[in-house]
């Protein structure tokens, strides 16, 4: 299944029940595809942990509960509220916090929720407060992959994860305070394409693993998978990654309990190409190097391609094929910044004020993502079924903003 791309009759249909554009338009048959495709790729032994900062609309968690998923990855307290408020309970969350204070180790504990440690002095201070108890340990398996620098999550130069360099030191801290390590986890980074960097990952946190003299639940291998940001990108081969993996996985087991599984926490794959950010051109304008063409969305809502260079494919639904092809084309947003720019250099067909875009695979780490910069509001959410779209979060009013800052 490609990336999401509603016709013209879907796009303005959104936009009309929101009001007005930009809106993030989900598609729920594409949520219930990732999940469906990631179980067959690698078996019931495998829980699917939603990560909950890809994306936190309710309607998306709510649909992905549905379509099966296990659990919630959560980075942050609140993430934790709200998997709490949509149904699930403590045991079906993981608190994978970076640079955690005592307060939220205690606010996770307390709610139920077990901790997942990824430095010598959160896992020293945990076993401090809660000496004795269970907890799980992130590993840093010096594997590393991802989009760009800024999601690279292992190797020596992140921030994330306890380093082979002291895994012995680590093993002191659990047994001086009775820690009872029920899981191992690592994450090699987010957005990654190649097989071998993804098994090379699942080897090195299973050969940790049995470093640890530990009765573990499970091994927790994150998530990253990459996704198509333009329609006519080939998909990763999760069946042949699954089939990679799958002798390692079945040796690993055979030395645990019956109770024991493995993880996989995506979030981006379950969300990302689900989703498309709606938004109406505003300003067509000629220059000597480039044409820019102005939108009523900004970074401030899909701040990716500024953040990261990301490149989401754009299309211009409002064309037929009367159209013709248009190049050297800037996209732009309407936020007061110079690199308020989505697309730099492109061909459309050619476009008009009035027309509606799609940004492509804007449902990972778009809205979740989004601020309220220049006090302009979030964009509407919304969900596609068939024809039918309902809006998961409408238009935020001044009140509401003014509410919210003060």
């Known amino acids: 299944m490609k990336p999401f791309v509603p016709t013209l009759l879907q796009a303005r249909s959104a936009i009309d029940k929101a009001g007005s554009s930009p809106v993030y338009l989900t598609s729920k048959m594409h949520l219930e595809h990732?999940?469906?495709?990631?179980?067959?790729?690698?078996?019931?032994?495998v829980k699917l942990f939603y990560a909950v900062k890809a994306n936190y609309n309710t309607a998306i968690i709510t649909a992905l509960k549905e379509a099966g998923i296990e659990g919630l990855d959560t980075v942050a307290p609140y993430?934790?509220?709200?998997?709490?408020?949509?149904?699930?309970?403590?045991?079906?969350?993981?608190?994978?916090?970076?640079?955690?204070?005592?307060e939220e180790l205690?606010?996770?504990?307390?709610?139920?929720?077990?901790?997942?440690?990824?430095?010598?002095?959160?896992?020293?201070?945990?076993?401090?407060?809660?000496?004795?108890?269970?907890?799980?340990v992130?590993?840093?398996?010096?594997?590393?992959?991802?989009?760009?620098?800024?999601?690279?999550?292992?190797?020596?130069?992140?921030?994330?994860?306890?380093?082979d360099k002291d895994i012995e030191e680590t093993k002191a801290i659990i047994e001086k305070y009775g820690l009872h390590i029920v899981g191992i986890h690592a994450h090699i980074g987010s957005g990654f394409y190649e097989k071998d960097v993804f098994v090379a990952g699942i080897q090195g946190v299973l050969e940790r693993a049995r470093l640890f003299d530990a009765a573990l639940d499970f091994v927790d291998f994150g998530g990253g998978f990459g996704i198509r940001y333009f329609e006519n990108d080939d998909p990763i081969d999760?069946?042949?990654?699954?089939?990679?993996?799958?002798?390692?996985?079945?040796?690993?087991?055979?030395?645990?309990?019956?109770?024991?599984?493995?993880?996989?926490?995506?979030?981006?794959?379950?969300?990302?190409?689900?989703?498309?950010l709606l938004t109406?051109?505003?300003?067509?304008?000629p220059e000597c190097k480039t044409t820019f063409i102005g939108t009523d969305t900004g970074f401030n809502h899909l701040i990716r391609p500024a953040l990261y260079g990301s490149s989401h494919e754009i299309l211009n639904l409002s064309a037929d094929e009367s159209r013709a092809i248009q190049r050297n084309l800037t996209i732009v947003g309407n936020v007061c910044e110079t690199g308020d720019i989505f697309a730099a250099d492109i061909s459309l067909p050619a476009p008009i004020v009035g027309d509606i875009f799609a940004l492509l695979s804007a449902g990972g780490y778009g809205q979740s993502m989004s601020a309220l910069y220049q006090m302009r509001p979030p964009a509407v959410e919304a969900m596609i079924e068939g024809d039918d779209v309902t809006i998961t979060r409408p238009l935020k009013s001044f009140q509401d903003l003014y509410h919210f800052i003060r």
């Open 79 to 102: 993430e934790i509220l709200l998997g709490k408020e949509l149904g699930f309970t403590s045991e079906q969350l993981f608190y994978t916090g970076n640079s955690c204070s005592n």
């Open 106 to 136: 205690k606010f996770a504990t307390e709610q139920g929720v077990l901790c997942n440690l990824g430095s010598l002095c959160e896992l020293r201070r945990y076993g401090e407060l809660f000496p004795r108890s269970a907890c799980s």
């Open 238 to 276: 999760l069946k042949a990654w699954g089939r990679a993996i799958r002798p390692l996985l079945d040796d690993f087991a055979k030395e645990r309990g019956a109770h024991f599984h493995y993880r996989l926490e995506p979030g981006k794959f379950l969300v990302g190409e689900s989703t498309c």
């Open 34 to 45: 990732n999940v469906a495709l990631l179980k067959d790729a690698f078996g019931a032994r």
């Open 138 to 163: 992130r590993l840093n398996v010096d594997v590393g992959a991802g989009e760009c620098d800024f999601v690279v999550t292992g190797g020596d130069d992140t921030k994330f994860g306890i380093s």
């Open 280 to 285: 109406s051109v505003t300003m067509i304008k």
